[in-house]
């Protein structure tokens, strides 16, 4: 079930605290309506009742799909304690086939979700970012914009078509803009492969952080 408790925060711009609602722990199958506020991170915004002003609230959560076999432990500060991590990880072994991921800021935690429902293996997507990422560099930035371009985070925005035609779209800034771009569903099977080649790539059992630093770790 999802767990739900009382926080008193500050506006950030009167001041004036404030009693909001912070979830503990969501699971989609009991809450389906919370999914979409997830996914557009609603769900962590909160308006002040004196001034009206729109607030984020940063919070550790436990986000819970059962049906896509899938939790994502949002954590904004600190480290989960490691006998929590081993209790839900047996807890889910003996369940079968679950994707664990910890993540540390909103954008990730919404990103998780989206490439969950388009049927995506994140890890796949990861070096699918990455293998872009290295051929636009080659292609299509300029020496000015390279470095920029690197400490840019490509992020999953959605996938169109069907079978061979699949069109995946990544997002990122660059000049002070959010620019798009398509990568075929080539991409995305040739970089399967090259996993499935690689196995040791993967994350192990547990709450792993799946992206970009992690991938470049085990590319190093």
Request: aromatic content about 8%.
């Amino acid at each position: 079930m999802s767990i739900t408790s009382q926080a008193i925060a500050p506006c950030s711009k009167c001041g004036q605290q404030n009693t909001v609602t912070v979830y503990r722990s969501i699971n989609i199958s009991e809450n389906p309506e919370l999914k979409d506020k997830v996914r557009d991170g609603s769900l962590f915004l909160w308006e002040c009742p004196h001034c009206k002003q729109v607030n984020l609230a940063r919070y550790e959560t436990l986000y819970h799909d059962p049906s896509a076999k899938l939790m994502l432990w949002f954590i904004p500060e600190g480290e989960i304690s490691e006998t929590q991590m081993q209790a839900i990880t047996m807890h889910t072994k003996a369940m079968g086939g679950y994707t664990l991921r910890r993540v540390n800021d909103m954008g990730s935690l919404m990103e998780k979700v989206l490439i969950s429902d388009a049927g995506l293996d994140d890890v796949v997507l990861e070096m699918c970012k990455y293998v872009t990422k290295m051929e636009m560099i080659q292609k299509s930035v300029s020496a000015e914009q390279k470095e920029e371009f690197l400490a840019s985070a490509f992020h999953f925005y959605r996938s169109e078509g069907e079978d061979d035609g699949r069109i995946l779209t990544f997002m990122y800034a660059l000049d002070g803009q959010m620019l798009g771009v398509n990568i075929g569903w080539n991409v995305y099977q040739d970089c399967a492969g090259i996993l499935e080649r690689n196995p040791q790539v993967r994350p192990e059992d547990g709450f792993s952080k799946v992206d970009a630093t992690w991938l470049s770790s085990k590319l190093a």
